[in-house]
């Protein structure tokens, strides 16, 4: 089977990639190999392209001005591309790409069977709308399932398919009783919008007790999030690592001790690091914002979740923390996520695209 992932450039650092690129080694890695290949709508050649060795790569390149202009260019690339190639499905990582690739199959005549799989909240995207054009929908949490069908998308065209961790031997255990609680913070700084670090460091400089933030990551507030720290008077309790290429080898030989990692977010698309942190048997507390964290978190077994901008709560469950360490097993906490693990993932994923590829042919 001939299977193309089509979108507009993405950044080559983000969640998404690794994703995509296990998923594309998983289909060729198999038995009976796939054959596997990537498009990307450009404006231009800056995308960073280090994460695609090894992978079939295409490129239109559209920077008109005029949007009708520039998508009709490519439009007009990818139904050529289609013609050559002859595709039997094509899976679109982002909404835009679902309208461009409905319009370049009606111009190409080439049949295909296309999937979207968007890996960000669409309650916060433009083109959202587009989600419809495709004939079968990816959903990877239950908030972005919910979304779907708010548009207008038949339920019964949607599979849950979540994304996937792998399973790590080694665990990175709590500080013991008499040691300072130590929590984690990995992702970009956003003071507010997305990641709400200013609910993060406002709950902490209300916390009673001794306690330290590993605070892993970079972004356009990092300067921002420090100088709040220092207002609030806690910028002697936070270690800024700023960003790390790997951040959990930073995690396990520097840190080396974490009593639970903290996401503060007011959305999300599917938040990769509750499922990391857990994979290494750390437990998490997470607001219970759209979308991801309800599918993830399972309060008192592997950490908790509090409503979005709730500060009171986030600050109980810190303090909790702090005055009586949190005596989750770590090994409970990894087995709460086995139905993410990669093995299971890759396998459903796999079933899910012959089973609608399979009922089209019918």
Known sequence: MKITFVGEAVSGFGGMETVIKNVISTLQGKCQPDECSIFFFCRNDKM?????????????????????????????????????????????????????????????????????WPHFSLDHKKHAENIVYADHHLAISSGIKRQMIARGVPEDSISLIYNPVSRKEVTIPSPGKEEITTFLYIGRMKFEGQKRIKDLLDGLSNVNGKWRLHAIGDGSDFVKCQNYAQELNIDNHITWHGWQ????????????????????????GFPMTLLE???????????????GPEDIIKNGINGFLYPPGNLTEFTMLLNKIISDPLTMSANEIKESISGFYDSVYYKNMNETILS?????EK
């Open 245 to 268: 290429s790997d951040p959990w080898s930073l995690v396990r030989n520097e840190i080396r001790y974490v009593s639970a990692l903290l996401l503060t977010s007011s959305f999300e």
């Open 48 to 116: 960073d392209k280090d994460w695609l060795h090894g992978i079939n790569v295409e490129y239109s390149f559209a920077n008109q001005k005029i949007t009708f202009f520039r998508r009709r260019k490519l439009v007009s690339d990818f139904s050529k591309w289609l013609q050559e190639h002859n595709p039997d499905i094509i899976i679109c990582i982002d909404v835009l790409s679902c309208l461009l690739a409905s319009k370049a199959r009606m111009k190409s005549g080439i049949n295909f069977k296309f999937f979207s």
């Open 356 to 360: 609608v590829a399979h009922k089209s």
């Open 277 to 291: 942190a857990m994979s290494y048997g750390i437990p998490c507390i997470s607001s219970d914002c759209e979308s």
